[in-house]
C-alpha cells in the first residue's frame, strides 16, 4: 500500500543531515534547553512572521501555556470549533474554564464569524460565563478569515490564538496569522506538515513580556527578571507560579532546524499535489477543498467531500489506496465535552462534515503518476 504521509522519502531527501544533527547533540550532550533550542526559536519566528517564539513540549501545551499567562479560569468561556481535533477544546477544562462549540463554515472548514459572535452575545447575555478567549483553528493547513475575528476579538475584548497545528506556515493576503491574532501555536507531531521525529510544539507573538511569562510556566514556574531574582541564587528554584514541565528536547530542536530549512520547498511541493487533485476531483466529488480568498494553504490534510463517504472509504481500502477521516465525530457530541454550551442553533454544519469527510494522501513527495493512481481509484468508485 502507497503511504499516507511518506516520512521516510522525506527521511532520504535529508539524507545524512539529520543523522549529523543528532550526533552533533550527543556529542555536546545539552540534551534540554540546549544551543538548538534558541536557535529554532529565533528561526521559527522569522518564518512566521511574529517577533518571538518559545518552543514547548507538544502542540497541546503550545495552547494550555498562553491560556496559564493570561489567568484564564473558572468562569471563563473559551470559544472555539467543534469540527477540530480534541486538544483544542480540552485546554479549557485544563485550566478550570470551559469551551463554548462554534461552528464552522461550509466551504473552508474554518470558524464561522457570524455564529461566533451570536456566541459570544449569547454568553454575555445567559451571565453565567466571561468571554476571555477565542481559539480559531487552521483546519487541514488553510488560514481562518483572521481579519473578521480579530475585529470581532477586539470589539468583545477577547484574546484570538490561532490553533496553527495543522496550518503552520498557511497565509492570508501574504501574511501569517500571527499578524491578526495574539499568539500562534503549533504541533511538531510528526505527522503535521512540519514534524519532528517525536512530540513537540510552539507558541508564535510578539509581546516580549508574555514571552518571559511563557518561559518560566513551561520551566515550573521559574523565577523571571521582573518577577525579581535573589542575586546568586539560580532562579529554577526559584518560582514565582504554579507552571509545568513543557520542553522541546534538543534532539528534536535539531531534527526541526533541517526540515525548517525545507519546509517552504515542501509547502509549495504539497501545493502541487492540492492542484492536481482539484484538477482530477474536481467533478467527481461533492466538494474538493475551497481555500479562502487570498488563503495559501499548507495542506496538512487534502479532504474531499463524498455523498457515499463510507462506500468510497471502503472502495478506496479495496483499491490499496490508504485514507482516513478527519473528524468523524464532532467535539460536542463526544462524551467528555458533550454537556459543554454551543452557540445559538446547535453546529449543523460540523455535524453534516462529520459524514461527509475524507483525506486522501497528501504529502510533498506524492510522485504525480502515484497520485494519479488514487485520482483513478477515486473516479473509479463514480464510474
Ligand atoms: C495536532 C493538533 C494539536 C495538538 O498537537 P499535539 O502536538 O499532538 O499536542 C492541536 N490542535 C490541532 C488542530 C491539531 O491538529
Known amino acids: 500500500m502507497i503511504p499516507f504521509i511518506d516520512l521516510a522519502a522525506q ?7 539529520i543523522d549529523a544533527a543528532i550526533a552533533k547533540v550527543l556529542a555536546h550532550g545539552a540534551y534540554v534547553m540546549g544551543p538548538e533550542v534558541r536557535d529554532l526559536e529565533t528561526r521559527l519566528a522569522a518564518f512566521c512572521g511574529a517577533r518571538l517564539a518559545l518552543s514547548c513540549a507538544n502542540g497541546t501545551d503550545a495552547l494550555a501555556l ?16 467543534s469540527f477540530t481535533f480534541a486538544a483544542t477544546p480540552e485546554v479549557a477544562p485544563w485550566v478550570g474554564a470551559e469551551p463554548v ?12 464569524p457570524d455564529h461566533l459572535e451570536a456566541a459570544i452575545e449569547a454568553v454575555q447575555a445567559e451571565g453565567r460565563l466571561r468571554p476571555r478567549v477565542v481559539i480559531a483553528v487552521d483546519l487541514f493547513g488553510q488560514p481562518a ?42 504541533s511538531f507531531f510528526p505527522a503535521k506538515p ?43 528554584y526559584l518560582n ?12 528534536q530542536a535539531a531534527i526541526l532546524l533541517e526540515k525548517l530549512a525545507i519546509f517552504e520547498e515542501e509547502i509549495l511541493a504539497r501545493q502541487a499535489v492540492a492542484d492536481r487533485y482539484g484538477a482530477g476531483l474536481g467533478e467527481v466529488c461533492l466538494r474538493t477543498p475551497t481555500v479562502i480568498a487570498g488563503g495559501r494553504s499548507t495542506w496538512a490534510q487534502y479532504v474531499v467531500e463524498h455523498r457515499d463517504r463510507d462506500g468510497l472509504a471502503a472502495h478506496l481500502k479495496a483499491a490499496e489506496v490508504p485514507t482516513a477521516i478527519y473528524y468523524p465525530v464532532p467535539m460536542h457530541r463526544q462524551k467528555p465535552y458533550a454537556s459543554y454550551p454551543r452557540g445559538p442553533g446547535g453546529l449543523p454544519v460540523s455535524e453534516a462534515k462529520a459524514n461527509q469527510v475524507i483525506a486522501l494522501p497528501m504529502h510533498a513527495y506524492l510522485k504525480p503518476k502515484v497520485q494519479d493512481g488514487v485520482i483513478d481509484a477515486v473516479r473509479g468508485f463514480n464510474g
Not at 66 to 81: H, N, S, V
Not at 148 to 163: F, N, Q, T, V
Open 101 to 112: 462549540f462554534v461552528d464552522i463554515r461550509p466551504d473552508t472548514y474554518t470558524i464561522d
Open 11 to 17: 527521511k532520504d531527501r535529508l539524507g545524512p543531515r
Open 66 to 81: 498562553p491560556l496559564m499567562a493570561w489567568d484564564i479560569g473558572p468562569g471563563d468561556a473559551i470559544f472555539c470549533p
Open 240 to 251: 514565582a507560579r504554579v507552571g509545568m514541565n513543557s520542553r522541546l528536547d534538543t534532539i
Open 145 to 186: 478569515d483572521y481579519p473578521r475575528l480579530s475585529e470581532i476579538c477586539r470589539r468583545h475584548g477577547l484574546k484570538l490564538i490561532a490553533d496553527s497545528a495543522q496550518g503552520f506556515g498557511c497565509t492570508l493576503h501574504g501574511r501569517h496569522p500571527m499578524a491578526w491574532a495574539d499568539v500562534v501555536t503549533t
Open 194 to 236: 512540519l514534524g519532528a521525529y517525536g512530540d513537540g510544539g510552539a507558541v508564535l507573538m510578539n509581546d516580549p513580556d508574555l514571552w518571559e511569562r511563557l518561559d518560566s510556566l513551561r520551566i515550573h514556574g521559574k523565577a523571571t527578571p521582573s518577577d525579581g531574582m535573589i542575586p546568586g541564587h539560580d532562579p529554577k
